[in-house]
């Protein structure tokens, strides 16, 4: 404090970033499967409020800010949203291919007479339907 006032403390970045982890720059260190989740939903008051809330891990998240936020979107087109779509087309499949095969087949591959991973090849038409990479 400060003449008693309290004033904010400011972490410098470089403490933020953990020793030794650099990337080149535009690329995709580390990601994980999360959703955006659009939806309407009303307060104590009965007043409708248009949202869209994070899920990611099993956790449901909504910023203070979320509807303003929402409204503020914007679309992204450079080299960075083309690796970030191939990415989670491949983590969409992954997910989708895994729980299919724990319902189906206890954790084994469903495979053709040729042995070829058939639900591999269903999952990847369905993951570039939702997150389509061209």
């Not at 990611?56 to 979320?66: E, I, L, N, P, R």
Request: charged fraction near 25%; include cysteine; proline fraction near 5%.
């Amino acid at each position: 404090m400060l003449n008693g006032s309290r004033s904010p403390v400011r972490i410098p970045a470089s403490q933020l970033r953990p020793e030794g982890v650099v990337g080149e720059p535009f690329t995709v260190g580390h990601s994980g499967l999360g959703f955006m989740v659009p939806l309407q939903w009303f307060d104590e008051n009965g007043d409708a409020h248009n949202d869209v809330f994070f899920v990611a891990g099993g956790v449901v998240y909504k910023s203070k800010d979320s509807e303003e936020w929402a409204a503020d979107l914007g679309q992204v087109k450079t080299k960075l949203a083309d690796e970030v779509k191939r990415r989670f087309t491949k983590q969409f499949k992954d997910l989708i291919k895994e729980v299919v095969l724990e319902i189906t087949q206890g954790g084994r591959p469903i495979t053709s007479d040729s042995d070829v991973d058939v639900f591999d090849s269903a999952a990847c038409e369905v993951a570039d339907e939702v997150a389509p990479t061209g």
